[in-house]
């Protein structure tokens, strides 16, 4: 998959890339990032790229035709190699809030341009020209949109076959399953008094699939009841199957528990009758 990230700073994207997972994957040719200086686009003499903002208010604003012909210049290069243009991603805290179903459909992208803005952002004319469409990290400002691009780069990366080491890890992550995960645990088994719990240990695989989902839904409610409240009714089998699943065990425990009983009533009884 190819990345392009049009900003005025592409040393902050080129430095993070070369690190740990996404570093291995973009040398494995399994991710491409291309981090496209903005400023080499505008005709302006002295390298500007802002200007203030008609109507007045605090601080610059990036103008349209420095980020309209970068992007240009790389949607031509992409419909060169693939035939069409790219989606645009605009980063902004107005956006549609970044979600994991929204990384798994960029995911399917052969191309994103991701775009960074600055100062006050970029001119509302170059964003209707390029199509650009605006996507949030969250309900926050920050100075500019390259640590934005860089998470969602990170999402998006791990959907791709083979970034991940473990082709399993990314279908257990939060969220996949509309659900958080579940807690893991790893060497020793007991840590300044903590055991792992027995389960884990057990070898029994379903046993152990049946804990980490009653787990999920636990910390889910507990911690996000809205992610809980939209897996309830995209997932009603999930919980159904759930529920009859604790019955069962409600019941095999009560069956359990009249055998111990009926056990201990019948030896007091040998031993009264001994007496």
């Not at 949607?75 to 605009?90: D, F, H, M, T």
């Not at 952002?121 to 920050?142: H, K, M, N, T």
Request: charged share 30%; hydrophobic share 35%.
């Amino acid at each position: 998959m190819f990345f392009h990230v049009l900003t005025l700073f592409p040393d902050m994207i080129r430095a993070a890339m070369g690190e740990s997972i996404l570093g291995r994957a973009a040398g494995r040719g399994l991710i491409k990032v291309d981090a496209v200086d903005i400023r080499s686009f505008t005709e302006d003499r002295h390298g500007s790229v802002d200007d203030y903002t008609y109507g007045g208010g605090a601080g610059m604003l990036m103008q349209a035709q420095p980020v309209y012909d970068c992007c240009s210049f790389v949607q031509a290069g992409i419909r060169e190699r693939s035939g069409k243009n790219a989606r645009v991603l605009y980063m902004s805290p107005r956006g549609r809030v970044f979600d994991q179903k929204m990384a798994r459909e960029f995911a399917a992208e052969e191309d994103l341009i991701l775009l960074c803005g600055h100062y006050e952002g970029v001119d509302a004319r170059a964003l209707e020209e390029i199509g650009a469409e605006e996507v949030s990290v969250g309900d926050f400002v920050l100075t500019g949109g390259e640590l934005p691009a860089l998470v969602i780069i990170d999402a998006v990366s791990r959907m791709i076959p083979g970034v991940l080491g473990n082709s399993g890890s990314a279908d257990t992550d939060s969220f996949m399953n509309g659900l958080l995960e579940y807690p893991q645990y790893s060497r020793p088994a007991v840590w300044r008094g903590r055991e792992v719990p027995a389960v884990l240990l057990s070898g029994d695989h379903a046993k152990v699939d049946e804990w980490r989902l009653e787990q999920s839904i636990q910390i889910t409610r507990e911690l996000r009841p809205d992610l809980f409240a939209r897996f309830e009714a995209e997932h009603p089998e999930i919980l159904e199957e759930r529920r009859k699943r604790l019955e069962r065990q409600r019941r095999s425990e009560e069956r359990r528990r009249r055998r111990e009983q009926r056990k201990a009533d019948k030896e007091d009884q040998t031993k009264r009758t001994d007496e």
